[in-house]
């Protein structure tokens, strides 16, 4: 009869806890980091030899509470990971490069319009070569390129500058994330295996990965007993007990290099520095393309204005100066009798009509229309990239999230199961109960 109470007891006891599991997946059923949990169950029943010449002992003791696991694959985990970093790769890069594109087209006022404008305004002084005003609205037009590249330059440094501003915050977040790891592994260690607080901290310890390797494309190792290792090129960013510390550097090209405690190694490949660092990197190369577009404005227009003659005979001076980056460039001089619009045989307008040359497939205006489109046709290959990214990355969440993720019918239809499991358990004490006190009462 004791036995019959104590199984009765037991069942009492272990669907109690698991309907308190299932009231956890319930509470939580809106929570992105939680990971649904269920109740093992197991036989009670032990059996042995008290004395090796009697047969075995049996005990009836009914159920009892394995572990509490949770539904997660961690094979899926590992894709999430993976695709969740490259996801965030294409749109930071997305991001940066649109910027990029704005600070080119400078609110419609880039340099090819003004440019085009320059040239036009040179067609039209060749038509009329004595007119002042025309002559002063060529000059004009020459300092509103001068101060297109200007303006230009500058926004491409600012974006260069508020990239590497952006990168150092995702380091800092990066070994934020490192060393909380690092906490959780080692209270990890400290938590038995198959408890409601193991769980619970295998859960911390899935986000604090996702932010990790939504930042650095680093190898996540799992031991049996739930703590990670994480390493990058070769070198641990964390494991029990341990934290490192993550630190950007410039390279030459534009790109960031990753030093781990100092020491070095190599540029991202995939999560949002990487994003950055192929950012910086084409931010660092538009710069350098816009400046060599900028010395070859002065050069040509320097040897245009010297192949002419000045209204008072003498040979075209430059009227362009560049004697460093684009910062530097200016232009010379503010007066119209600079100009060499004439060539040496006397023809008022022969050296301004040599100008369209300039226009040819090597000219500045042609190589800054090709630089456009050059840009346009990488911003839309990464946009395209980053939509496929995006979808593989929904797709692989959503095979996620059907293992692993709260659904509250089937929550329900367990706390349903549960409860008659635990009104059969009472039903059980019950009839003990009843049938002891008949025992007792034939005496």
């Known amino acids: ?214 930042k650095l494309d680093a190898t996540v190792t799992l031991a049996g007993n739930g703590t990670a290792t994480v390493t990058y090129d070769g070198q641990t960013l964390a494991t029990v007990n341990f934290a490192a510390t993550v630190t950007l550097a410039t390279n030459a090209d534009g790109s960031l290099g990753v030093l781990v405690n100092g020491n070095a190694a190599r540029s991202p490949s995939n999560g949002s520095l990487a994003g950055l660092s192929r950012a910086s990197a084409t931010a660092t190369a538009r710069s350098a393309e816009l400046e060599a577009l900028a010395r070859q404005f002065v050069d040509d227009v320097n040897a245009w204005n010297a192949n002419g003659v000045t209204d008072a005979g003498a040979a075209g001076a430059p009227l362009l100066t560049m004697t460093g980056g684009i910062s530097t460039m200016a232009v010379t001089t503010a007066a119209i009798g600079d100009l060499a619009l004439a060539t040496a045989d006397g023809t008022p307008n022969g050296n301004l009509l040599t100008l369209p040359a300039m226009r040819t497939a090597d000219g500045v205006e042609t190589r800054w229309n090709n630089f456009m489109a050059g840009h346009a046709t990488a911003l839309a290959s990464i946009r395209s990239e980053s939509a496929a990214a995006a979808a593989l990355d929904t797709s692989t969440r959503a095979q996620r999230n059907s293992v692993s993720m709260v659904e509250l019918d089937r929550e329900a239809a367990d706390l349903i199961r549960l409860q008659q499991a635990y009104e059969a358990s009472a039903r059980v004490i019950q009839i003990a109960r009843e049938t002891l006190q008949s025992i007792l009462s034939i005496f």
């Open 1 to 214: 009869m004791s036995d019959l109470l104590s199984i009765g007891r037991s069942g009492l006891m272990a669907y109690a806890r698991s309907m308190e599991t299932v009231s956890h997946n319930i509470a939580n059923a809106e929570n992105p980091d939680y990971v649904r949990r269920s109740t093992l169950l197991g036989d009670a029943t032990v059996s042995g030899k008290l004395n090796p010449l009697y047969s075995s002992h049996t005990g009836l003791n009914g159920v009892r509470v394995v572990s509490v696991t949770r539904a997660s694959d961690e094979f899926l985990e590992s894709q999430v990971r993976q695709t969740g970093a490259s996801r965030v790769r294409t749109e930071t890069q997305v991001s940066w490069m649109e910027r990029i594109e704005t600070n080119l087209n400078n609110a419609g006022s880039n340099v090819g319009t003004r440019l085009n404008s320059f040239f036009s305004r040179g067609e039209e002084l060749a038509a009329a070569p004595f007119d002042e005003a025309l002559r002063l609205t060529f000059l004009s037009g020459m300092e509103a390129v001068v101060d297109s590249f200007g303006r230009t330059a500058r926004n491409l440094q600012l974006t260069s500058e508020q990239i590497a501003q952006t990168a150092n915050l995702e380091a800092l977040t990066l070994n934020s994330a490192l060393q909380n790891l690092n906490e959780l592994n080692l209270n990890i260690t400290r938590t038995p295996v198959g408890s409601d607080a193991h769980a619970g901290l295998l859960d911390s310890r899935d986000a604090m990965l996702a932010v990790i390797t939504e």
